[in-house]
């Protein structure tokens, strides 16, 4: 990935990042079809360029201060770049919403390069996830912070100092890898490209069942991880907005969170696996 360093762009210097993008075009060799001359382009950086920023920062606020926001911005330069060459107006999407999606990925990619989630935090993940199944299955309901810590033999500091480690998880979360036909030896594919699948019938209807266990997970979750996960992610509340709308700390939203993509992390995995 060429990178583009654009710490100029923190002040928002429309100009600047116009250049630095088109001179990343021309390294990286792409080329523009069918999609506007030269100004289109610089006049679309410059219009998008804020929300580039505003995703990665939004990101950046759920990982840990080693992961540079800068990279993040830079790679979602890249994204939107790729977003401007590749649009087609003809599909009927507005532009925002496809150079949103763009970015994202781009700077999930970045991301995953960096493989910023240490050995043992993703160790205890693991744990919490055995843990969080293990006392569902048991008691037939969602499980209470203490009765995960208890199982898991950690008190209930010690168990949410975890949840506030594994912040971020999220972000990843969702790319898990899943059979691209259940009881098949082909590669696992990410369940995104099944959701975002194209025509093919058997491919449509894993998209759809892979929907509806998401769906139903969302549903089973408690009724406090239900309202941070949509005001999260629907409303596109920051953790800290979460916070006052529920009037407790941003890091108990945090971990609130955090607990609830574990939870539908395990929904997944149980669908991978049947």
Known sequence: MHRIQVKCYGKTNPDATARYARKSVQSGGHK???AGDEAERDALIVKYAPLVKFLASRMAMRLPPSVSVDDLISAGIMGLLDAIEKFDPGKKVQFRTYAE????????DEL??????????????????QAVTSVEQKLGRPAEDRE?????????DTYRDMLDKARGIDLLSFDEYVSSHKHSIEPKRPYKSLIQTGEDTVEHVMAQELKEVIADGIKALPKKDQMVVSLYYYNELTLKEIGKVMGLTESRISQIHTKAIIRLRTRLRSYSEM
């Open 148 to 156: 995960i810590a208890e199982v898991m033999g950690v008190d209930l």
């Open 101 to 108: 999606f763009r970015i994202k990925g781009a700077i999930l």
């Open 32 to 34: 523009r079809s069918g």
């Open 112 to 129: 995953r390069s960096m493989d910023w989630i240490p050995r043992s935090i993703r160790k205890k993940i693991r744990e919490m996830e």
